[in-house]
């Protein structure tokens, strides 16, 4: 059974600083990931998706993905209020069938 | 474009009560999925069709059916309702297998059983 592990959090930051959120995978053949934002009572929405090693930076947003140690990340730098949310993890659960395996989120909290 | 449409939004139903959840999607999308998400945990897969007349089983499927006749609708049934069922239940499509565009969610049906 693959698993993709996120700790719950929450986790709590200033206004303005790097939010760091870590996710780890069982499958060592996974190759992509995604990571989606939730805000409350809302659906989630795709923010980043990383395939190969390395950093992946999309604006305020960079995926760190560390095939070795089986832990890929997400930073958020100068974070904002509206940043707060919860952060899902998610890798490829099968090479043909597109489904997904979510990690449980972290939620995470930016204060003014 | 609409995109993912879920009706519902909102459901309760009582123990033993049969419901079916609507799922439609006008991006001519192939792949087409069934979450659950329990307060605080991810998302846990029900049922999930790879195209026109294919299903098949998720990680949760007990509890529920699905049918897939068009490309564009994949209904979700429950039958014999059960608290254990109390969710918020997300329909998914995405256009190609691992591709980089990740789903598409519907806006999610809260459903309470009691």
């Known amino acids: 059974q693959k698993e993709v592990e996120q700790n719950s959090g929450p986790l709590s930051v200033p206004e303005g600083a790097i939010a760091s959120l870590n996710c780890t995978y069982s499958d060592r053949g996974s190759q992509s990931f995604f990571w989606y934002r939730q805000y409350s009572g809302k659906s989630p929405e795709l923010i980043m998706f990383i395939y190969s090693n390395g950093d992946k930076e999309d604006g305020r947003f960079t995926a760190q993905l560390n095939k070795a140690s089986q832990y890929v990340s997400l930073l958020i730098r100068d974070s904002q209020p509206s940043d707060s949310a919860t952060y899902l993890c998610a890798a490829p659960g099968s090479s043909n069938t597109g489904k997904l395996i979510f990690g449980q989120g972290t939620t995470l909290q930016v204060k003014p | 474009n609409a995109g993912v449409t879920q009706t519902p939004k909102f459901r309760i139903l009582k123990i033993g009560q049969s419901m079916t959840l609507q799922c439609t999607q006008d991006m001519n999308h192939n792949y087409m999925y069934w979450y659950r998400q329990d307060p605080g945990m991810g998302l846990k897969l029900i049922y999930y069709?790879?195209?026109?007349?294919?299903?098949d089983k998720g990680e949760v499927p007990n509890g529920y059916n699905v049918s897939r006749s068009t490309t564009e609708d994949f209904p979700l049934r429950l039958e014999l309702a059960a608290p254990s069922q109390t969710s918020v239940y997300f329909c998914?499509?995405?256009?190609?297998?691992?591709?980089?565009?990740?789903?598409?969610f519907g806006s999610g049906t809260r459903l309470t059983v009691v």
């Open positions: 069709s790879v195209g026109a007349g294919i299903t």
């Open positions: 998914a499509s995405t256009k190609q297998v691992a591709g980089y565009e990740g789903y598409t």
